[in-house]
T-cell receptor, first 116, second 115 residues
Framework: AQKVTQAQTEISVVEKEDVTLDCVYE???????LFWYKQPPSGELVFLIR??????QNEISGRYSWNFQKSTSSFNFTITASQVVDSAVYFC?????????????FGRGTSLIVHP | DSGVTQTPKHLITATGQRVTLRCSPR?????VYWYQQSLDQGLQFLIQ???????AKGNILERFSAQQFPDLHSELNLSSLELGDSALYFC??????????????FGPGTRLLVL
């Protein structure tokens, strides 16, 4: 079973629509970190956010917001009023304290296409 | 700009050849990680170095090797290249040994095409 599941392979929206990217993770650890990265068409991976397992407070940064729910093991990412520049592949990742390796596990990514 | 640099940006070579990818971490970061991203395998962790020493090993082929130098830059050597090695190779860095709480900052990647 995958530790990080991003079930949406591709999402297509029209500019100004709100869009939510889902991330479901699996861990037996009580201490862990979750991350989101953005990979625009140019290819580089850009760090967006890090959240630890003890902080369930939702976070908002401009048009971006993140909803962390331990009860459902989800860390979803919402873009409000999407723009063409938001078109990218978005990756969710999990890093577990007791995982034996501190290397994060990445999901397969969700490709977001925002049409003008 | 993450502060992590990678050269070259693009590389085209032939099967059986050997190439070297280079990475310079962010200023002050001690750990360097190498990843391979291909369409069918997603983002795969290859290897990590911390302050010159190998720290963690992932799905790295025996044909691949890496090292981290005293100035903390790192090189990933790929030899006896096969068509299937065509991929985007990322380097990432983090401040310390790579604890679970650390954020990795990625470079722009090297796109390798093996013909």
């Amino acid at each position: 079973a995958q530790k990080v599941t991003q079930a949406q392979t591709e999402i297509s929206v029209v500019e100004k629509e709100d869009v939510t990217l889902d991330c479901v993770y699996e861990t037996r650890d009580t201490t862990y970190y979750l991350f989101w990265y953005k990979q625009p068409p140019s290819g580089e991976l850009v760090f967006l956010i890090r959240r630890n397992s003890f902080d369930e407070q939702n976070e908002i940064s401009g048009r971006y917001s993140w909803n962390f729910q331990k009860s459902t093991s989800s860390f979803n990412f919402t873009i409000t009023a999407s723009q063409v520049v938001d078109s990218a592949v978005y990756f969710c990742a999990l890093s577990e304290r007791g995982g034996g390796s501190y290397i994060p596990t990445f999901g397969r990514g969700t490709s977001l296409i925002v049409h003008p | 700009d993450s502060g992590v640099t990678q050269t070259p940006k693009h590389l085209i070579t032939a099967t059986g050849q050997r190439v070297t990818l280079r990475c310079s971490p962010r200023s002050g970061d001690l750990s360097v990680y190498w990843y391979q991203q291909s369409l069918d395998q997603g983002l795969q962790f290859l290897i990590q170095y911390y302050n010159g020493e190998e720290r963690a090993k992932g799905n790295i082929l025996e044909r691949f090797s890496a090292q981290q130098f005293p100035d903390l830059h790192s090189e990933l050597n790929l030899s006896s290249l096969e068509l299937g090695d065509s991929a985007l190779y990322f380097c990432a860095s983090s401040p310390e040994a790579g604890g679970y709480q650390e954020t990795q900052y990625f470079g722009p990647g090297t796109r390798l095409l093996v013909l």
